[in-house]
């Protein structure tokens, strides 16, 4: 391929003397074309409003034995007084196998660990999706992988519907009117108002996906018109990029009538107190989702249950979910590929490249349990490096002398360039999976543009140049660059790498960069955590460097947008606020925050496009973060399950576990399997063992 022609373009573009560049290091190219994966699996595009709807019907259906043996009992009201006035409709025409059947289960896999139930605090509860069932955000973004680009919109979800005022600085939303929380309890403003005031709001408590007031726009206000309204106050006009931030996972309220009375403003607990007042033991806690924890055994499994209360149905007036229990088997993410590839698990997002071969050759079988399906290149992951030279983390003289250095330019250029991709890609898996990524927004996303992709090629010799330019010499002969003599008294460049050991890829990611540093004169020192640990030190800012897999601002773009640059303190995942408070910018972080935030306000979707490439390149050619690769990723669901829609996306605007929407999966009757571990029965009160009998 030849690039000379783009690549002056490019240099010119950047405003770089080619000449001067080339001096010292091979020149700033367009990226390689990555090589041709085409998605498995047609999508279908539809339009926003064929989906869902709320309406009310003429009778609503439950599954026979809740009838039988809860509400002929006494133990439960009926149907059509435990739903909303007006329920969540899914229509039948976007329904891939139309309306079900209840019953069965579907038989998840994971890596991850319940810290608690106290989602509003942070808590995770392992991934997977577990937190998607049980939990319903204001909108709802997931599916809309499937709706036409002129018609892009989150969906209502807890909020029905929604108004601007003329000015456009007033959102008024109306909530769904006579929806319960799983133990019955009426969700109103209330838990809204709680969730917002008290726990995104309150600086002592930081929600699990990292809500704060700025996710909204900086003076932001929310409150409660009645019981089942609320009015947000914006500073700009019309900011409908906000909707996506009601989404999952920064806007899903939790049960204030169970989580209030723990909270320190209302009791006398401290605010770990609070956090942890609902351990992974505590079962029954109180959803708005389609499934209620009721089983929890450490290291084996979480057993969720059909919430009777569940706010959603289909045409014909069945109550969702049709499947009535979720498994959640506590073993590794590896496993969950394989278990779902065997049959003895259901689903997986097969995005570890290491079981790919495998997976691929087993799937292939006409006798195989489960189908697999490639979707787009969007699974990536990034070097990160910390940018917090006032404070962040609380870093000791070693720590402080590596953010100085990952402030540098081109030291920066020389770790990208020092990076040899393919051969990264090859030691995840051969063949036309992976793809060389500079860093930026991913390949698979509708907003990417690859002539705005500067990449800075592998070239050993140039990088060692450019860490020369930026003072660092091998001065005792050991292999290792040493810092200058004023700086760490001329020590070796030793740098601390953080990763997460629960997933093969960022290890075999870590490893691969040693190696390759090590050829540049760095040492890098591997701290390898488990995912919630890893997360705590992420946050903390307690590293030099760190591999994270790309969350969905680098994929839809349009969720999580905040977090592409330092746009508040605590928004980018590398850059946070120091202990002033104050988060110490770089000029081209600058023109980012500027360039997102100019995006996050425009609904002008022409000026957004181009925007997304002012950001691509600023991102790219100031190395802000070291992109190491990308590649697809398939979803694999055992056969039995009907009503998968096609072409759906592993990650895109939230993971599969949503975009699928698991409350509309079936099993028909002739195909159910016999894997249930609490038959006909319905969870039990909050807070207490066991079930309802
Ligand atoms: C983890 C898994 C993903 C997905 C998400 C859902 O991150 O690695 O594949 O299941 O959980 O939250």
Not at 211 to 232: H, I, N, P, Q, S
Not at 369 to 396: E, H, K, Q
Not at 429 to 437: D, L, Q, S
């Amino acid at each position: 391929m030849t690039i000379r022609g783009l690549t002056f373009a490019a240099s010119l573009a950047l405003g770089v003397s080619t000449l001067a560049l080339a001096a010292f290091a091979s020149e700033p190219t367009v990226v390689p074309e990555p090589p041709p994966f085409p998605a498995q699996g047609k999508i279908t595009f539809v339009p926003r409003d064929s989906i869902l709807e709320f309406k009310k019907l003429t009778s609503y259906q439950e599954p026979a034995w809740v009838t039988q043996k809860y509400v002929k009992t006494g133990k439960l009201p009926p149907v059509a007084e435990r739903l909303p006035e007006e329920p969540m409709v899914f229509k039948t025409g976007n329904m891939p196998d139309g309306i079900g059947v209840y019953g069965d289960t579907m038989r998840h896999v994971i890596g991850g660990r319940p810290e608690g139930w106290n989602y509003s605090a942070g808590q995770t509860q392992g991934w997977g999706g577990i937190d998607i069932a049980m939990s319903e955000c204001l909108t709802r973004t997931a599916p809309l992988y499937q709706v036409e680009a002129k018609d892009m919109e989150p969906l209502p979800n807890l909020a029905k519907s929604w108004t601007w005022s003329k000015d456009g600085h007033k959102l008024t939303m109306n909530l769904v009117k006579g929806a319960k929380w799983s133990d019955g309890v009426p969700f109103t403003a209330e838990d809204v108002m709680f969730y917002w005031d008290d726990n995104v709001i309150d600086p002592n408590v930081t929600p699990l996906n990292g809500a704060t007031r700025e996710t909204f726009g900086e003076g932001t206000e929310l409150k409660k018109v009645d019981d089942y309204t609320v009015e947000w106050t914006f500073k700009d006009a019309f900011p409908k990029q906000y909707l996506y931030a009601m989404a999952y996972g920064t806007f899903c309220p939790g049960p204030a009538h169970v989580l209030k009375p723990q909270h320190p403003k209302y009791s006398k607990n401290t605010y770990d107190q609070y956090r942890n007042a609902f351990p992974p033991e505590y079962m029954n806690m109180p959803v708005m989702g389609a499934w209620v924890p009721v089983e929890y055994r450490p290291d084996d499994i979480i057993v969720l249950r059909r919430n009777p209360y569940y706010w959603k149905v289909d045409e014909k007036g069945h109550q969702l979910p049709y499947i009535d229990e979720l498994h959640y088997k506590l073993s590794t993410w590896a496993d969950r590929d394989v278990q779902a590839i065997a049959g003895s698990g259901d689903f997986s997002n097969l995005e570890q490249p290491e079981n790919f071969v495998e997976s691929l050759k087993r799937a292939a079988s006409e006798t195989a349990p489960a189908r697999l399906a490639f979707g787009p290149r969007i699974v990536g992951y990034n070097l990160r490096m910390n940018f917090s030279a006032n404070g962040w983390g609380d870093p000791d003289a070693r720590m402080q002398a590596v953010r100085e250095l990952n402030r540098n330019e081109d030291f920066r250029k020389a770790i990208t360039m020092a990076l040899d991709r393919k051969k990264l890609g090859e030691s995840l898996v051969k063949g036309p999976f992976t793809a060389i990524y500079p860093g930026g927004i991913s390949s698979g996303s509708s907003y990417y543009d690859r002539q705005s992709t500067v990449y800075y090629p592998f070239d050993l010799e140039g990088a060692k140049a450019l860490l020369a330019k930026a003072g660092l010499k091998d001065t005792d002969g050991d292999g290792i660059v040493n810092y200058p003599k004023t700086i760490m008294n001329g020590a070796d460049v030793e740098i601390v790498l953080l990763f997460t050991s629960d997933y093969t890829t960022d290890k075999s990611l870590a490893e691969g960069i040693v190696g390759q540093m090590e050829k540049l004169g760095i040492r890098v020192v591997l701290n390898a955590l488990d995912g919630v640990k890893r997360d705590a030190t992420q946050a903390g800012g307690r590293f030099d460097w760190m591999i994270r897999r790309n969350d969905q601002e680098l994929t839809a773009v349009v969720q999580n947008t905040f977090q592409l640059a330092p746009t508040g303190p605590q928004t980018s995942p590398h850059h946070r606020a120091g202990k002033d408070g104050k988060v110490d910018i770089m000029p081209y972080e600058k023109e980012m925050v500027d360039t997102v935030n100019a995006f996050i306000r425009s609904s002008d979707n022409d000026e957004r496009a181009k925007l997304m490439k002012q950001y691509q390149k600023l991102a790219t050619s100031h190395v802000d973060t070291v992109g190491l690769t990308e590649y697809p990723g398939a979803l694999i669901i055992n056969k039995r399950f009907s009503n998968v829609p096609p072409g759906a996306p592993i990650f895109m605007f939230n993971w599969a576990e949503d975009t699928v929407l698991r409350e509309r999966l079936f099993v028909a009757a002739d195909k159910q399997g016999d894997y249930e571990l609490f038959k006909d029965q319905l969870p039990g009160k909050p807070g207490t063992k066991g079930l309802l009998n």
